[in-house]
């Protein structure tokens, strides 16, 4: 098959060549993919995109006018697709629904480490010479309780090292698994884990019931002081709610690798340019706030695993082996 790479970087570049053991012909394109790239698309098979890539209705739409058949996705989540638009126009649309949950739960807990401890104060002060230890006070991991949202395989590993910690963790999920209370977690009600956890550590998908799911009123009912942590998607957040309870000290510490509206910000430099996005801007000028660019998936084994699910995906499709296709399909 003929794949258009959109949101190509060198890193993407390097992984897919040094992993291509099939016919399968690349082109690929730095741009995101949107309904005005997509017609660089035109010549190809398929298109493979990534999380901040657009697949809306337009984009679609431009697809099929161009011959393309599939949208192979190199991320897990698939909230940037119009999935019935896909279906209605006959266009095939695939992930990969896991690479390296090792990845994102380690990263989730580098950003509690970092923030509890000040690590990125601390070498920033190091570097001027400074070695006080004036407002770098934390706290002791060990004891305390952990709520987790979401308890796929990312939020199993995540529980798994905070029990290492020595924390309870508790656990909500719509669909409870017998692995997760074997992992340590402890179910509850999500009321119950808002209420009695002093980090919270979000692990579940984006979809209409999980949009916002921190707000001004889960908020309210939250420890004061809490620890947030986001490397699941941006939009489970209301920033400007988030940003209320920093100021009043409501939440005592925000860890976040995803953000929003990060589709303009993240994977790019850039550094020459203004900050325009004032919510964003107001969220760096927080001491107790530390972001990170959407890297928690960004690991050699990850890359490595994405890569090779994605050219099954390609190959499966291509032979019409539905049963090796890891297909996205409308929930029933």
């Not at 629904?97 to 601390?122: K, T």
């Not at 992992?183 to 579940?204: K, M, N, P, Q, R």
Request: proline share 3%; charged share 20%; with cysteine.
């Amino acid at each position: 098959m003929k794949v258009a790479v959109f949101s190509s970087k060198p890193y993407d570049i390097r992984f897919f060549n040094s992993a291509i053991q099939s016919d399968h012909q690349f082109t690929f394109f730095e741009p995101h993919l949107n309904a005005q790239t997509a017609a660089l698309s035109q010549g190809h098979d398929a298109v493979c995109c990534f999380v901040n890539d657009s697949v809306d209705r337009e984009t679609l739409e431009q697809l099929n006018k161009a011959g393309i058949s599939l949208v192979a996705l190199r991320c897990a989540g698939f909230n940037n697709v119009d999935l019935p638009a896909a279906i209605e126009l006959g266009i095939t649309v695939a992930r990969v629904p896991e690479y390296s949950p090792f990845a994102v739960a380690e990263h989730a807990v580098a950003l509690i480490l970092g923030l509890n401890r000040n690590s990125h104060r601390a070498y920033n002060r190091v570097r001027e010479n400074d070695y006080s230890l004036h407002g770098l006070l934390g706290f002791d991991v060990h004891g305390k309780t952990v709520g987790v949202v979401g308890t796929g395989k990312i939020g199993q590993a995540f529980i798994r090292i905070m029990r290492g910690f020595g924390c309870r963790v508790i656990c909500y999920d719509p669909y409870p698994s017998e692995s997760t209370t074997q992992a340590g977690g402890e179910y509850v009600e999500l009321e119950t884990l808002w209420a009695h956890s002093d980090i919270i550590s979000l692990h579940c998908p984006l979809m209409q019931a999980t949009r916002h799911l921190i707000n001004s009123k889960t908020l309210a009912s939250m420890k004061h002081g809490v620890m947030v942590i986001n490397t699941s998607r941006g939009a489970l957040i209301n920033t400007s709610d988030v940003i209320t309870a920093l100021k009043t000290g409501d939440v005592g510490y925000l860890g976040l690798d995803v953000y929003e509206e990060e589709a303009d910000l993240f994977f790019e430099d850039n550094s020459d340019d203004i900050l325009r996005d004032d919510v964003f801007a107001r969220l760096l000028t927080f001491r107790n706030v530390l972001i990170t660019g959407h890297q928690a998936f960004f690991t050699k084994e990850a890359l490595e695993a994405i890569t090779a699910v994605t050219l099954t995906n390609l190959t499966a499709f291509e032979q019409n082996d539905m049963a090796a296709l890891h297909q996205v399909l409308p929930p029933e």
